[in-house]
């Protein structure tokens, strides 16, 4: 009998990973809790159980003879699920509560870079709008505000002017914008450079590292427009040298890894690194606990290896072996609808891809109605595809998007351009 696997999350990141392990000799079935209507069209069990119901998935992981579970978004992380399932003598693959917090707290991440000399952005913390305020002053701009806990990918302002700068403090601590997790802001100098996502597997002190990816935050081309979840990503990043990659893994990643261990949070599980490829070298923009998303899309389709393989012989205390692809490239556009990140409408009526034979599609924000996939969420669906070279794998992803009707939705037109300049 083949392995069964349990999947958390639902979105286009669930979607891929869920697909990742399904493809393994020796996985027998794949569930998804609560997975999207979209994944049935990949043959993955959907389960009914909302991903904060830490009892009713480890009643359910039980029940149906799950051998371990993987657990794709930071919410349930941060709400303790690993803790959960290992103390009801089940395996899971993510970080512990207290190791999740070098997502869930800026000031536990920069607080741990301090300790251990990871390069980072020079910050400073305040609860206080008019301390804040001062600061900004002091500093001028281009600046950065965050939001200290989690926003769903919208806390994080870069303000081109100290007016902006204000503006976002007092809707963070004043406003009350982003509720408890802004009542915290880490405040920190701009970085220039480009950013890329450097992801790893992780297990205590041990560190594997993934290929390099760059996301596209911004909603619009050209980087215009207000930060969202991610709007489209491409991997590996040729501009990026081999050598600022190293420099980061030996910097950032295994640096973080130790030092977790050594604070008493021991840190097991995918570990995101968002940098900054500086004149001074890679810097520290920020920590995930899992995988990125739309990373995971482009990342994964690199991967040569068993992803079931891997994560069971970590799981396990066994070496395990990774084999990435040395050619081509992988790019993956995020389709939203229209309005987002702020407002948007839902029940938008997608296109039909079944016939696609050189793209992959993830669904994210979608639900069924009489039979078809509709919207309803923010990022609707990501189109991914392969190619020799990186303008080919784009290529192929907006043919496709240019031959459907995309009526109430929108996407990025430039994902991977700047690399091709």
């Known amino acids: 009998m083949g392995l069964k696997i349990l999947v958390i999350g639902s979105g286009g990141r669930e979607h ?94 920069k607080n741990l870079m301090n300790r251990y000399a990871i390069p980072t952005a020079g910050h400073q913390t305040f609860f206080d709008f008019k301390e804040a305020k001062k600061y900004v002053e002091s500093k001028g701009a281009p600046i950065v505000i965050k939001a200290d806990g989690l926003a769903a990918g919208k806390g994080v302002i870069v303000a081109e002017t100290v007016e902006q700068a204000i503006d976002a403090l007092e809707d963070m601590l004043e406003g009350n914008r982003f509720g408890e997790s802004g009542a915290k802001v880490v405040v920190e100098d701009f970085l220039e450079g480009e950013e890329f996502s450097l992801l790893a597997f992780v297990r205590g002190t041990e560190v594997y590292p993934m290929t390099i990816a760059q996301d596209h935050k911004r909603a619009y081309d050209d980087d215009l427009g207000p930060n969202t979840g991610g709007m489209g990503a491409y991997s590996p990043v040729p501009q990026i040298p081999e050598e600022m990659i190293d420099e980061a893994v030996a910097t950032v990643l295994i640096p973080a890894a130790a030092g977790m261990v050594e604070d008493g949070c021991s840190f097991t599980g995918i570990l995101y690194a968002g940098l900054i490829a500086t004149n001074e070298g890679p810097k520290v923009i920020e920590f995930n606990a899992r995988f990125g998303d739309p990373e995971t899309q482009v990342v994964l389709q690199r991967l040569k290896s068993d992803l079931a393989q891997i994560i069971t012989d970590l799981l396990n205390g066994e070496q395990p072996q990774l084999e990435w692809k040395t050619e081509g490239f992988s790019l993956g556009v995020v389709v939203a609808a229209d309005g987002y990140p702020e407002e948007y409408k839902k029940g938008v009526a997608l296109p039909n891809f079944s016939d696609c034979e050189n793209q992959q599609v993830y669904y994210a924000g979608v639900a069924e109605l009489e039979g078809k996939l509709v919207s309803s969420g923010g990022r609707i669906y990501l189109i991914e595809a392969e190619g020799t070279t990186l303008a080919e794998a784009q290529k192929k992803v907006y043919d496709l998007l240019d031959s459907r009707d995309t009526k109430g939705t929108f996407y990025r037109k430039d994902i991977g351009s700047k690399a091709m300049k």
């Open 16 to 109: 891929v990973i869920a697909q990742k392990l399904k493809q393994s000799p020796r996985v027998e079935k794949v569930y998804c809790a609560k997975g999207n209507p979209g994944m049935k069209q990949d043959g993955i069990h959907l389960v009914d159980i909302e991903e904060n119901d830490h009892e009713g998935l480890i009643l359910y992981a039980k029940e149906h003879g799950i051998d371990w579970t993987f657990v794709g978004p930071e919410v349930p992380l941060l709400n303790g699920i690993v803790d959960d399932f290992e103390a009801a003598g089940l395996k899971i693959f993510g970080p512990r509560k207290a190791a999740a917090m070098i997502e869930g707290s800026k000031d536990f991440a």
